[in-house]
């Protein structure tokens, strides 16, 4: 029998790799009817999380030959099942959620770097220029304010227009 190598493969080992794709696809397709399309969002760092590892397990029984798709179908099953119990908790518990997620926090307002909270966040004042500039801000009095969003990503909201920024935009957003 021909084995495996990093230039040939053998028929079998094809098959069941194309296999596994439809497969695996259908129960990530099962998985999310179920658990709804959050399944996949970025919504905090653990959905990101829960996303990668998601998203492993599926290369792993893809690539790994020796690997079961009832395995790999059980382990994408308890990792959603662990999401939407972790999100029930904690929209259910303000303590909890407190605990347990990353709260967002401002980075810019009224045209201001913070810069202490740039440090407290890890973030570069070069970062955030780049985030400005990918926001088509052309004067930083133009910018409302910054966001480092839970799950990491930057959010500038601004106006070359005389108006004030909401506080319901601002809610929950850390100082």
Do not use: C
């Given at each position: ?7 040939i ?16 696809f ?8 179920v ?59 303000n303590?909890?959620?407190k ?17 202490e ?14 985030k ?44």
């Amino acid at each position: 029998m021909l084995m495996e190598n990093w230039l040939i493969v053998t028929g079998g080992i094809l098959l069941k790799s194309l296999v596994s794709i439809l497969a695996i696809f259908s129960i990530i397709i099962v998985i999310t009817r179920v658990a709804g399309l959050r399944t996949f969002a970025k919504m905090t760092s653990f959905d990101f999380a829960s996303t990668i590892a998601l998203g492993t397990i599926l290369a792993s029984v893809i690539m790994n030959v020796e690997q079961s798709l009832l395995k790999g179908a059980v382990a994408m099953a308890g990792i959603v099942a662990f999401q939407f119990l972790f999100s029930l908790m904690i929209r259910k518990s303000n303590k909890l959620q407190k605990i347990l997620t990353n709260s967002p926090k401002l980075l810019m307002r009224n045209g201001e770097i913070l810069y202490e909270n740039l440090a407290s966040t890890n973030v570069s004042e070069s970062d955030l220029i780049g985030k400005l500039r990918e926001a088509n801000v052309i004067e930083l009095s133009e910018v409302k304010a910054v966001v480092l969003e839970t799950t990491g990503d930057i959010s500038v909201l601004h106006t070359s227009e005389e108006k004030d920024l909401e506080d319901f935009l601002l809610k929950g957003v850390k100082e």
